[in-house]
């Protein structure tokens, strides 16, 4: 059987979903291919179960900071009920509360492995055994195939079993002792999770010099001091060159290049993503095989050698692996498909991004260091997150750092980073600032309000003109 589209589009996470809305608004007929669950990795192996896994601990970290509400605290987290909401919120495990927007949208959901076999021609190994199905796009098809975790070539690790993010944010039990693998995103907010959830013990090990090092310097310092003030082993600048079990259901033992030797229950490797590239295709229309790596797009999504009517949105295509900005990605694709004149914009210096540790790290554009390389002139102005009345409000012992990257000869600002808790919030004024290149003289008009912890705008401001 063949069917015939305006638009295919496999993969049916946030970025292939926003792709697929945006062509079917625009009066396009369109195949959304998904060969797991509509909803992608984010809804549920990423984003919604880890943070929905991560709130427990948050609010009672909260808590304990305000006197007259921590003394209302008494007794652990209830595991298994944080367990049974990380279940509500990804409908056990299942997509039935993603579909109906599809068939509301008109969209035609094929379940299955999508993979080119010609041009603008998709063919669908479909799920349910029956054979294949071949799909025809008159205009477009889009690559939203995402990516999955990385396994580094460690001796025993394949054989150790260890844990990803799917494994992670599924678990149904907690270790008592757990070994990260890797000290970015990823493995800070599962090892504090985790900890906070009430495994005894937790290791972070990082190869690099500090945790969270794609971020500004004192981000990682910040956030591994909170780690091991409550108790959480940060090992840093030290690699793993070998995993084992002790038996088929024991301990798992990591031995570090140092010597050293960490026993944990299960570990997670959390060292980076690979996009899911193998197996799509890509030799049936004239491109390299290129499995494993990014899908080089231009700045309006196309694939780089396709002519114009492949695009890739994403993870796969290796710009900024966050659920928001494929998101951003897909709408954008959707518009070019459509036939508007737009260009990606953000995903060249202007990346919000959250970790959603205590304290969280929340940042946009450039870090100091990027833009020096870059060669802009650049002033940093930096000031205490708690160091203003509305964090006083807050309760007692808020911490963190407020940043700024100013462009001195355009006085605009091109980075920003904020330390502290619930300072995810604070991202998006600065997000604006950056894209929207506003100036320090148009920013002194953009008061905050009293008693805010935004007011760490109007500081940030003196301090620069000091």
Partial sequence: MSDEFDVIVIGAGPPGENAAGRCADGGLSVAIVEERLVGGECSFFGCIPSKTLIRPGDVLAAARRVPGASEAINGPIDVEAAFAQRDYMTSNFTDVTQTPWLESEGIELVRGHGRLAGERAVEVELSDGTGARGLTARSAVVMACGSSALMPPIEGLAEARPWDNVDITSAKELPRRLIVLGGGAIGAEMAQCFKRLGSEE??????????????????????????????ITVLTNVRCKAVHRRAADGPVVAMLDDGREIIGDEILVAV???????????????????????????????????NGWLYAVGDCNGLALLTHMGKYQGRLCGDVILGKDVRDLADHGAVP?????????????????????EGLDVRVVSYGTGNVAGAYTRGNGIKGTSQIVVDQSRRIIVGATFTGPDVQELLHSATIAVVGQVTLDTLWHAVPSFPTVSEVWLRLLEGYEL
Avoid at 353 to 373: N, S, Y
């Fill in 202 to 231: 937790v290791a972070v090990i990082e190869g690099a010099g500090r945790l969270l090092a794609r971020e500004e310097p004192f981000a990682g310092d910040e956030v591994r001091a909170a780690f091991e003030e409550e108790g």
């Fill in 272 to 306: 980076g993503r690979r996009p899911r590239t193998g197996d799509i295709g890509l030799e049936t229309v004239g491109l390299r095989d290129t499995a494993g790596k990014d899908l080089l797009v231009d700045e309006r999504l196309r694939v780089s050698g396709a």
């Fill in 353 to 373: 991004r959250v970790t959603f540790t205590d304290p969280q790290v929340a940042a946009v554009g450039l870090t100091e260091g990027q833009a020096r390389e």
